[in-house]
C-alpha cells in the first residue's frame, strides 16, 4: 500500500538546478518576455478569477516580468521555479515581509489592495486542492521559498544582513562567506492501527469542534523516522508502537515541513493523552467513524493534508462525507 497523488506532492516542473549556478539567471529570464512570473505576498499567490463557486478549479495567475515588477516591490525577481514541460521559465516575485508600523493610511499587506481586474488573493490552503499539478508544484515551491527568505534575511554564523544566490537557492553572507540554504523539517504523520483494526486518532484543544485527526511530530537530532513514530505515539497518546511501514510524503510548507506518511502497529491500546500536544484520543472501528461522521460529531481533516488520505487508506476507500477543502 502506498499513497500517491497527494495534493502538494503533485508537479510537472523541472528544477533545472544545474542553471541556479549562472549568476545572471534571474536577470536574464527577468528580461526576457517568455518568463512567466507567480506573484505572492506572505502566503497570498494572485489566481485568476473564473468563478466564485470555492469548488471550481483554480489557475495561477502568470504574468511577464513586467507587469510582476509593477505588482510586487522590489524590481528584481525572488527565485527561480523551473522549467515546464513546454519549455517555459517560472519566476517568483514576492513581498517578503510586512512593516511593524506602516504609514497611516497604508495597507498591511499587498493582498489588503484590490487584485488586478481578473484575478483574485488566495492561499495554498484555500486553493490546493483546486489547482492542477503544475500549478500545486509551482505554489508550494514558491511559498515555501518565500518563507524562508522572509525569515533568514542574516547570516546565523556572525549576524550579518545575506544576500540571494544561486537564482534564489542560497544566501551568501558577504562577511564571514557562510552559505545558508532552504531548510525542511522533516515530520511524521501515522495511522496507528490496533489488533482489531482499529484506528487512533486524537484532537487539539485548538481545532474547530469536532475535529479529530491521526497523530504526528517533528523528527529530532539524532532520530530515526521510525523511531520518531513510536516516540511520538508513546508521548502525546501513551500508547506503544511495533512495526512502521512507510506510505508516502508531501511537503506541507506551513511553513517548512516535509510529512512523512506511515502505518503503524500498536502494541497496547490503552490512551493517556498528554494534555498538551493532544486534549482527547481513542480508537474507531471503521463503522464507528462511519456512523459519528454521518451524525456530525467528528470531523475529518481537510482534502490539502495527507492525514484524510492516510485516514482513507486504512478506511479502504473515500470516507463516507468528503472533508471540507479549507482549514
Not at 508521548?235 to 511495533?242: D, I, N, Y
Not at 490539502?304 to 472533508?323: N, T
Amino acid at each position: 500500500m502506498s499513497l500517491a497523488g497527494l495534493a502538494l506532492a503533485r508537479t510537472t516542473l523541472d528544477r533545472d538546478a544545474a542553471r541556479r549556478k549562472d549568476p545572471e539567471l534571474l536577470t536574464r529570464l527577468g528580461a526576457d518576455p517568455g518568463t512567466r512570473v507567480i506573484v505572492l505576498d506572505g502566503d497570498n499567490a494572485l489566481v485568476e478569477r473564473t468563478s466564485d463557486d470555492p469548488g471550481t478549479p483554480v489557475r495561477l495567475s502568470r504574468f511577464d516580468a513586467r507587469t510582476a515588477r509593477h505588482l510586487v516591490p522590489p524590481a528584481e525577481p525572488l527565485a527561480y521555479l523551473g522549467r515546464d514541460p513546454d519549455g517555459t521559465d517560472y519566476l517568483t516575485h514576492a513581498r517578503l515581509g510586512v512593516a511593524s508600523r506602516p504609514a497611516p493610511g497604508m495597507p498591511q499587506a499587498l493582498s489588503d489592495l484590490p487584485a488586478p481586474e481578473g484575478h483574485r488573493w488566495a492561499t495554498l490552503r484555500e486553493v490546493g486542492v483546486l489547482l492542477d499539478d503544475t500549478d500545486a508544484g509551482l505554489f508550494t515551491t514558491a511559498q515555501a521559498l518565500v518563507h524562508w527568505h522572509a525569515v533568514h534575511p542574516r547570516c546565523s554564523r556572525c549576524g550579518e544582513p545575506t544576500a540571494i544566490a544561486e537564482a534564489g537557492w542560497m544566501r551568501r553572507c558577504p562577511s564571514c562567506a557562510g552559505e545558508h540554504f532552504p531548510r525542511t523539517d522533516p515530520a511524521v504523520i501515522m495511522t496507528v492501527v490496533d489488533d482489531e483494526d482499529r484506528v487512533l486518532m486524537g484532537r487539539q484543544q485548538s481545532w474547530p469542534a469536532g475535529r479529530y485527526s491521526v497523530l504526528a511530530g517533528f523528527v529530532e537530532p539524532g532520530e530515526s523516522i521510525e523511531a520518531t513514530v513510536r516516540r511520538e505515539v508513546m508521548e502525546e497518546a501513551g500508547v506503544l508502537v511495533g512495526e512502521v511501514t512507510y506510505l508516502g510524503s508531501q511537503p506541507w510548507p506551513f511553513p517548512c515541513s516535509l510529512m512523512l506518511g506511515f502505518t503503524a502497529r500498536a502494541l497496547s491500546t490503552q490512551v493517556r493523552v498528554d494534555g498538551d500536544e493532544l486534549a482527547h484520543a481513542r480508537w474507531w472501528s471503521r463503522e464507528q467513524l462511519a456512523a459519528d461522521i454521518a451524525a456530525g460529531e467528528v470531523v475529518m481533516p481537510p482534502g490539502l493534508s495527507i492525514s484524510i488520505r492516510l485516514i482513507e487508506a486504512w478506511y479502504g476507500g473515500p470516507l463516507p462525507v468528503r472533508p471540507d477543502t479549507t482549514f
